[in-house]
């Protein structure tokens, strides 16, 4: 019990000393006792690199720290070194040197405001201190050392806090950034992906030999692939996933970490790989050409709602009598004052679209006529159709190709060919033929002299001088008849170009391997769009094209010059006879491209769904198929009839 008293009492002794101490000399400093409270009042707060400190017990207040003197002081190396380094930081050229005895500066130098704490507590004001306070300092100097020493550590410690607070504060933004970044740039199938390479992985072990050695193994990892494939099904992005598809992705990560301690053998994974590989290969080749052969099937199959449509418009057409069977305005027909238009079509519902939309936007619709020219099986059902439906003011006529007399095979070299045994065997791929095994030469639409038609517009309208030609797989969406006033510049063809897709240049339409070809045209000229275009027909008949096209269709008579179609022998007979349009006149490639720029689409003068996948197919391009709907009445009696929908 008196050693424990004796403990506390010195423990006392120590504490209460240093503050005796001080409070005589401060005490003794100042001459009054309102500068004793002023020095109460700048010892509530003192400045480190200009932050505002707490002393313990003392209110703090808002305080600034003036420049003294220094006094005397003996402190150890390793407190002058901390007051060194705490000062490089604060000014960073502050230059300190470590010795026991720090003299005294009389000539007045500042000091920094990042001088140590006890220096800021003892430095008061250069007024208020006086010459024998530093004497008795010195005195003081060794009994408070120790609560010096302690006071500087505990700013240090103060300060490495606040620092790496700091820097903590500054890592958790990067950190958070980091992580949006992620999360932006993970694909949104992501999980998905995961849980197909589970599969194949999982497909891998089973088939190696190792693994089917172990009954356990493969049928755990049997059921973790119909786990992962149900749980997969349809879903092509992770939010189309279930809840439960994390799990599953976790329970086959483990089963295949077993197969991997089971089966180390990498080249039979490598081998069995490959194996696979070209597996894939080799059925993805399959499908395609099963895809194209379908595709092009379904091109040439006309749906079931449009194979009865003009046998219900013919059975309607016959029960009028004569004179409800004429059109109205048959004055018009051939007066080169108004705006004419030529559609050669065997489509009754596409035609009526493509006039439609052209009378919808016509800003004066009494002044457009429109030529349409059909086959004989859909005569009677295109004349009732507009009998039933007319366009508003505009002008139609519809005309029978059979009825061109002076369109026979005596005079036409391409309805010669296509009457040919050798054009038909071409086409069926009989057996003594070596027909082209690509698809797309054999549509029909390539056996029907209706394609063909365009080479004869001049005899097709012979009072007219100028004429604009539009494919029935066109919707136009503003008004036309401004093409009528673009000068030529003695050219015959106004259409627009399209080479700004490789595949539009002329090699990819001739043989340049010939040299009838190669020495009269260039392979990388730019090619044009039939769909719409303005034909001057004077100038057609001033440089006689119709002979042109005559000449060279009779020197491909064997199809070395080109295959089948109209586009390439529209390229070379009008080389150098074609002006080229602005491109808003008429854009292309909604029938095969779902990546046409939506805007072009929408600024467009005539959209064209070039291609197989036509609006009226199933097999249309969705997000395309809206431009063409409508401009259907499906209201209409006869589409009800033949079940013909949006």
């Known amino acids: 019990m008196k050693t424990r008293n004796l403990v506390v009492g010195m423990l006392c002794a120590t504490v209460l000393a240093p503050i005796l101490i001080f409070t005589s000399t401060f005490k003794d400093s100042y001459p009054s006792s309102s500068e004793s409270g002023e020095f109460l009042e700048d010892l509530t707060a003192f400045t480190v690199g200009g932050d505002a400190r707490h002393l313990n017990l003392l209110p703090q207040e808002s305080s600034t720290t003036l420049s003294l003197k220094q006094p005397i002081l003996v402190i150890s190396d390793k407190i002058a070194q901390h007051s060194a380094h705490s000062q490089s930081q604060s000014q960073g050229s502050w230059e300190h040197k470590s010795a026991r005895v720090l003299s005294a500066t009389t000539n007045g130098l500042d000091q920094s405001k990042t001088d140590n704490p006890i220096r800021q507590v003892t430095d008061l004001t250069k007024t208020q201190i006086n010459n024998h306070a530093d004497q008795e300092q010195i005195k003081a100097s060794d009994n408070h050392i120790s609560a010096h020493h302690s006071q500087i550590l505990d700013t240090k410690h103060q300060q490495e806090s606040s620092q790496t607070y700091g820097v903590l504060e500054k890592k958790e933004p990067t950190k958070i950034n980091n992580e949006k970044q992620t999360e932006q740039t993970t694909p949104p ?224 070299p391409v309805l010669k060919q296509l009457n040919s045994q050798s054009m038909i065997d ?51 969406q503003k008004d036309l008849s401004g093409l009528w006033s673009i000068d030529l510049k003695g050219k015959v063809n106004g259409a627009v170009e399209t080479c700004g897709e490789t595949f539009h240049r002329f090699d990819r339409y001739l043989n340049f391997s010939n040299p009838l070809i190669s020495k009269n045209f260039d392979p990388r000229a730019c090619g044009w769009a039939y769909g719409m275009n303005i034909f001057d027909l004077d100038e057609w008949r001033r440089q006689n094209i119709t002979d042109v096209y005559h000449t060279w269709q009779k020197m491909n008579h064997d199809r070395q010059l080109w295959k089948l179609g109209t586009l390439p022998p529209g390229l070379i007979t009008f080389w150098k006879r074609t002006y080229p349009l602005d491109r808003f006149w008429h854009v292309l490639g909604l029938g095969y491209n779902p990546s046409v720029n939506q805007r072009d689409i929408e600024r467009a003068a005539v959209i064209h769904y070039n291609g197989n996948m036509k609006p009226w197919l199933e097999i249309n391009i969705p997000k395309y198929r809206n431009y063409w709907t409508k401009h259907v009445d499906y209201d209409q009696l006869y589409l009800r009839e033949c079940n013909i929908n949006p």
């Open 189 to 412: 199938d992501f999980r998905v992906r995961q849980l197909k390479d589970q599969l194949i992985k999982a497909k891998v072990y089973l088939s190696l030999p190792a693994t089917r050695n172990n009954a356990n193994f493969v049928r755990e990892l049997r059921l973790r692939i119909k786990e992962v494939q149900r749980a997969l099904g349809d879903a092509t992005k992770d939010s189309d996933l279930p809840r439960i598809a994390n799990d599953r992705l976790k329970a086959m990560e483990q089963s295949l970490a077993k197969g991997k301690q089971i089966q180390d053998d990498c080249a039979a994974v490598v081998k069995k790989l490959r194996a696979m590989l070209h597996s894939t290969e080799e059925q993805l080749r399959v499908h395609k050409k099963q895809t194209l052969f379908l595709t092009q099937l379904t091109a040439k199959t006309l749906p079931k709602g449009l194979h009865c449509l003009p046998l219900r418009l013919t059975t309607e057409y016959y029960t009028l009598n004569s004179s409800q069977r004429h059109f109205p305005n048959q004055e018009k027909l051939e007066d080169p004052r108004l705006f004419h238009y030529a559609l050669f079509s065997d489509n009754v519902l596409a035609a009526a679209v493509v006039v439609n939309s052209t009378v919808t936007h016509a800003k004066h619709p009494s002044n457009h006529v429109f030529h349409i020219v059909t086959d004989r099986l859909n005569y009677a059902a295109m004349r009732m159709w507009f009998l039933a439906n007319p366009p508003g003011r505009a002008t139609v006529q519809v005309q029978n190709i059979e009825e061109f007399t002076w369109l026979n095979s005596s005079y036409s």
């Open 426 to 476: 071409y086409y069926f791929r009989a057996h003594r033929a070596n027909s082209d095994s690509n698809l797309k030469f054999r549509n029909p639409k390539y056996l029907s002299i209706l394609n063909h038609l365009r080479f004869y517009l001049p005899e097709v309208f012979p009072r007219l001088n100028k004429v604009l030609f539009l494919d029935d797989d066109v919707v136009v």
